[in-house]
């Protein structure tokens, strides 16, 4: 394959890019701002480090990933697009609606991709749910719930619900096929005075479906899960599941007959999934949306979708 992609960011998150890109044959360079760090890795992987501004000039760069703060995003992500480079940009897209309303114009004018790095719509497991849900396996959706808990990485710039909900917003979304009518949060500050480390967001559609996230970065353990309840069945997708058990479907029954409705449990039936590394899955659709071989799936326009509900999110804790 062509080496043709930048990975500006080696850090927490950027260093799983940088080596799922060199595991692809598609690393063409490493940039952080930390030097021995971008070094390091242009050793590690056979590589070269280079600046942004050297990343921009140069022509064999056909992709750019950039796994830097949210508040640099728009900024980043224009010059680079602006410079003929499709991005791939991690969540959220950017830090408000007119930032990422010029990351699309940009992405629009230069004929560039710009893809918002939203996981889990390139999660096989995901992607199975989605297929079943079309398929009407679950019958018409009533409730989605999404958990993303855990005792980890504490932020300083962006509260919980910025950096752990984006995921989840955008699985949601993607299932409902619509934006929600109502956005309501509440969030708790434990550890900072004026960043929240506790959220919950609620959310109603136009269909009469209803949603709810919850989010914490003091969970005593890790959870990542997702429920979506139908009028047929009901799924979960808990990611802390090993492989053949992270798809759990459960017909149980509903009498409304009596009063109040009586419940018929029913066992879990998994679903089996070749598996694979998702983020490896998204790196792979990048390399085929610069190749114009794909269709946009978290693009421009999506991020912003994700962006509107965190907003209004915001505006209402």
Not at 16 to 27: H, I, K, W
Not at 43 to 49: D, I, N, P, R
Not at 298 to 311: A, M
Request: aromatic content about 8%; hydrophobic content about 40%.
């Amino acid at each position: 394959m062509k080496k043709t992609i930048a990975v500006v960011g080696c850090g927490h998150w950027g260093k799983n890019l940088v080596r799922n890109f060199s595991e692809l044959g598609a690393l063409y360079c490493v940039c952080d701002p930390e030097d021995t760090l971008s070094e390091y890795f242009a050793v590690k992987y056979q590589t070269k480090a280079m600046s942004f501004d050297q990343i921009l000039s140069d022509p064999q760069v056909e992709g750019v990933i950039l796994a830097v703060p949210a508040k640099l995003h728009a900024e980043m992500a224009i010059r680079a697009m602006r410079s003929k480079k499709n991005v791939f940009v991690e969540k959220p897209i950017a830090m408000n609606q007119s930032e990422a309303a010029l990351m699309i114009e940009a992405s629009i004018d230069e004929n560039v991709h710009l893809m918002v790095g939203h996981l889990l719509q390139y999660h096989p497991i995901f992607l199975q749910l989605k297929s079943l849900i079309k398929m009407g396996h679950l019958g018409e959706l009533t409730y989605l719930y999404s958990n993303r808990l855990s005792f980890g990485q504490v932020r300083a710039e962006e509260d919980v619900i910025w950096s752990f909900a984006p995921h989840d917003i955008s699985m949601i979304l993607s299932l409902a096929e619509q934006e929600p009518d109502t956005v309501e949060a509440r969030t708790s500050n434990v550890l900072q005075e004026n960043i929240a480390d506790i959220g919950t967001i609620h959310m109603t559609f136009s269909s009469g479906l209803k949603a709810h996230i919850s989010v914490s970065w003091i969970h005593p353990v890790k959870e990542q899960k997702l429920v979506v309840i139908g009028g047929d069945a009901m799924a979960v997708f808990d990611d802390t599941q090993p492989w053949d058990k992270k798809l759990a479907i459960y017909r149980h029954g509903i009498d409304r007959v009596t009063n109040p409705p009586t419940l018929r449990k029913a066992d879990a039936e998994y679903v089996v999934i070749d598996s694979c590394e998702p983020l490896k899955q998204e790196c792979c659709y990048f390399l085929e949306l610069i190749a114009d071989r794909a269709r946009p799936v978290t693009d421009g326009q999506e991020g912003l979708r994700v962006l509107n509900v965190l907003t209004r999110a915001s505006l209402r804790t």
